[in-house]
């Protein structure tokens, strides 16, 4: 009897598994304690369905406010209000219909412990971020490379449209490195499953918002990573997409109702014109192909006036940074999303990570344009509590046209004054992330024509520079590339990151005289750089350039940085009693890369920049 009662429960057993399996929860865990505490649930069952059920629960300190039905009949969204005094365990859903009752458990997590110092750290001016495409970094784990069942089954690294393998241990096992390089903090390429037909390799076209890729190894593999880096003292920052989904996305496939994606008569692409959103004199018309205009075809627009898709992408923000311990966002497409939805969506992970970072990207054409989608001092109706962007305009606008322009009253290195006079607009300049180049643009290296001097004074100027400076994987071995034929061509692979690769920038092995130069000299910048407190802490002040000569000074109470930038043909002579507002109490200085003595009178070559530290 015993034994047939055994069998018995162990049939009802596999069976209650079997029935649980066909539904999927977003999310399908929280935790107590949260400010966020009124969780919207979203219970698919694409079997059975599960429109007309009726949703009921019993758990101390958790009760249902709500229960929303859709036209599809495969969805209900369930609100739940989880009280301060609710304790970790699983809450069991019962869901009844047609005389039939099923059980799925929402699952209640102690917090993570730590918030804003041992994860949600934030980056400042005091950090050097790294960008990574992970699969193009390092393959740590080979057996991930191909997942059956996937669409995606290519894996050829001899084209630059496949997947090469890469993943999250190739980047856990080389972290050591990025300490030697003097980086504190990796931004990573969107790390979230994209399960497309092609061109997955970037990871932009989500298609499960709580999967991580496994093909990059998965959950396990980024929490391992996440826990290994904050062990070395490196921050992790996730880029986030809330613009659009992939075509295979489970919530586009099989939409809740119509209303979940902006919808067109034809398909309709953005304008990509930024301007419009701020533009005194603008159309509606055209604000709204702005706005809710596809990205492209293969990226549907979600539909941010819902408020069920608000609450999803809102809530899987929070989500991550509790489940996984990231310091903070890069926000893609940012000027394409509903503006009030990302001020509700940043306030909302202000409000439980108060000092979490989020910087927005805002590939635009001007400061005005670029300070509109942040904080700032314009006086202007909407406000956005956006903390900072990517910076284009100091890279397309100064320091590119710095170093392949020839001087002129508005030409050549004045561009860059020109455009950090302009900082007047940021409510912080300190916190826009500077850069040389990323995965949507040509390498910087290219860019000046492989001139090592003009790329050294660019790495100088980055490292110097107000803002938070972010390296691009390889820039350090003199990585190079353009984006035409196509944007792969500055993805490629980092050398040594494969089994096999005659070179090998990790250990140094096979690298030019001129690569492990270059590695060298940004290791030396990035760590003085994390001792100097007027490069970290510090305020910035510029002279107007003169003949090709751009001298600004980063300071504080405790150290001066004379910043000098020869972009002109010729050899040029310095006196420090032409910048005496900053020079007066100084008689000498130091070259932080060569150690050379530098006196009050001295000579700086063509092309060349200088950083000197001012001694007493």
């Not at 050829?156 to 990025?178: A, E, K, M």
């Not at 919808?263 to 604000?287: G, H, I």
């Not at 900072?388 to 170093?403: M, N, R, V």
């Amino acid at each position: 009897m015993k034994l047939r009662f055994s069998l018995l429960l162990m049939g009802l057993c596999i069976a209650w598994s079997a029935i649980s399996n066909t539904y999927r929860l977003f999310p399908e865990n929280w935790w107590v304690g949260m400010k966020w505490n009124q969780v919207q649930v979203i219970i698919r069952n694409q079997e059975s369905g599960i429109g007309q059920a009726n949703v009921q629960l019993q758990y101390p300190g958790v009760r249902i406010q709500k229960v929303h039905r859709f036209s599809n009949a495969n969805y209900v969204a369930v609100d739940l209000l989880i009280a301060p005094t609710a304790q970790p365990g699983k809450v069991p859903i019962r869901i009844t219909q047609n005389g039939k009752t099923e059980k799925v458990d929402f699952v209640l997590k102690p917090r993570r412990k730590g918030n804003g110092t041992l994860f949600a750290q934030g980056v400042n001016s005091a950090d050097l971020m790294y960008l990574i495409m992970p699969d193009r970094f390092a393959n740590g784990d080979e057996s991930n490379d191909r997942i059956p069942g996937m669409l995606d089954q290519t894996l050829n690294r001899d084209t630059v449209f496949n997947r090469h393998g890469g993943d999250l241990q190739g980047i856990t096992q080389n972290l050591s490195y990025f300490n030697k390089m003097g980086v504190t903090a990796l931004w990573l390429n969107p790390v979230l499953i994209n399960d497309m037909k092609d061109r997955t390799e970037h990871g932009y076209a989500f298609t499960d918002h709580y999967r991580i890729d496994p093909r990059l190894g998965g959950e396990e593999a980024y929490h391992q990573l996440i826990q290994s880096a904050h062990a070395k003292g490196l921050k992790i920052i996730q880029d986030a997409v809330y613009n659009h989904v992939g075509t295979q996305h489970i919530l586009f496939k099989d939409q809740p109702d119509s209303s979940w994606f902006n919808r067109w008569p034809s398909f309709t692409q953005t304008s990509y014109k930024d301007q419009v959103l701020f533009d005194p004199y603008a159309s509606e018309k055209d604000k709204k192909i702005m706005s809710d205009g596809w990205f492209v075809r293969a990226m549907p627009d979600w539909n941010h006036r819902n408020k069920h898709v608000e609450i999803f992408l809102i809530q899987h923000a929070i989500w991550t940074v509790e489940e996984f311990g990231i310091d903070g966002w890069r926000i893609d497409t940012y000027a394409y999303n509903d503006l009030e939805f990302m001020n509700r969506c940043n306030a909302a992970l202000y409000k439980e990570y108060p000092k979490l970072t989020l910087f927005g990207e805002t590939w635009v054409h001007g400061v005005v344009n670029q300070a509109f989608f942040c904080e700032n001092n314009l006086q202007i109706p909407f406000k956005s509590n956006l903390q900072a962007t990517t910076d284009f305009q100091t890279l397309l606008y100064g320091i590119q046209p710095a170093l392949n322009e020839p001087f002129g009253w508005t030409e050549g290195v004045n561009k860059l004054y020109i455009t950090l006079t302009q900082d007047l607009l940021y409510k912080d300049p300190m916190q826009q992330v500077i850069f040389l180049d990323n995965h949507d643009i040509p390498r910087f290296y290219s860019v000046v024509g492989k001139d090592l001097k003009k790329y050294k004074m660019a790495m100088a100027w980055l490292m110097t520079c107000r803002g938070i400076p972010q390296l691009y994987y390889g820039n350090e071995v003199l990585m190079e590339g353009f984006t035409s034929p196509n944007d792969g061509y500055v993805r490629k692979d980092f050398p040594g990151g494969w089994k096999g690769d005659q070179k090998n920038a990790f250990t140094g092995s096979g690298l030019t005289a001129e690569e492990k130069d270059m590695q060298d000299y940004i290791a030396k910048l990035a760590h003085f750089r994390k001792q100097s407190t007027a490069i970290t802490r510090g305020k910035m002040l510029q002279f107007v350039p003169k003949d090709g000569l751009y001298v600004y000074f980063r300071y504080d109470n405790n150290q001066v940085l004379m910043c000098v930038m020869n972009t002109s043909a010729k050899d040029m002579n310095v006196q420090f009693s032409d910048y005496a507002e900053m020079t007066k109490n100084f008689q000498k200085g130091t070259d932080i890369i060569s150690n050379e003595q530098i006196g009050t009178v001295f000579s700086i070559p063509a092309m060349t920049m200088k950083v000197i530290e001012l001694k007493k």
